[in-house]
């Protein structure tokens, strides 16, 4: 069955950067709509970066300009570019998308920014 498969997360220094990579595994098509969630300890889970397949990127105001989301449809893999991250950045990050005509999910994968 479909699934979407994270890895990439880690520790990192404030200033320092990641690329956390989303990959969609038992398909033979790739993604639709791809977006990227974080959720810290104690908070709600919140929309950090949503791109359309045929569209543009929306980024929440927090992470303008420091993460950007690329896909290669070829590869069926989507990843979040972490730039200058900073402590606030913490928390677990999730892939979600459609692909054909499903929603899925990733399994989530931590990352920490030390200050």
């Known amino acids: 069955q479909v699934q979407l498969v994270e890895s990439g997360g880690g520790s990192v220094q404030a200033g320092g950067s990641l690329r956390l990579t989303c990959a969609v595994i038992?398909?033979?098509?790739?993604?639709?709509?791809v977006a990227w969630y974080r959720q810290a300890p104690g908070k709600e889970r919140e929309l950090v970066a949503r791109?359309?397949?045929?569209?543009?990127?929306i980024y929440a105001d927090g992470v303008k300009g420091r993460f950007t989301v690329t896909r290669d449809n070829a590869k069926k893999t989507a990843y979040l570019y972490i730039n200058n991250a900073q402590p606030e950045d913490t928390g677990v990050y999730y892939c979600?998308?459609?692909?054909?005509?499903?929603?899925?999910w990733g399994q989530g994968t931590q990352v920490t920014v030390s200050s």
């Open positions: 979600n998308s459609l692909v054909g005509l499903a929603n899925y």
């Open positions: 038992r398909s033979h098509v790739s993604f639709g709509d």
């Open positions: 791109s359309e397949k045929n569209g543009p990127t």
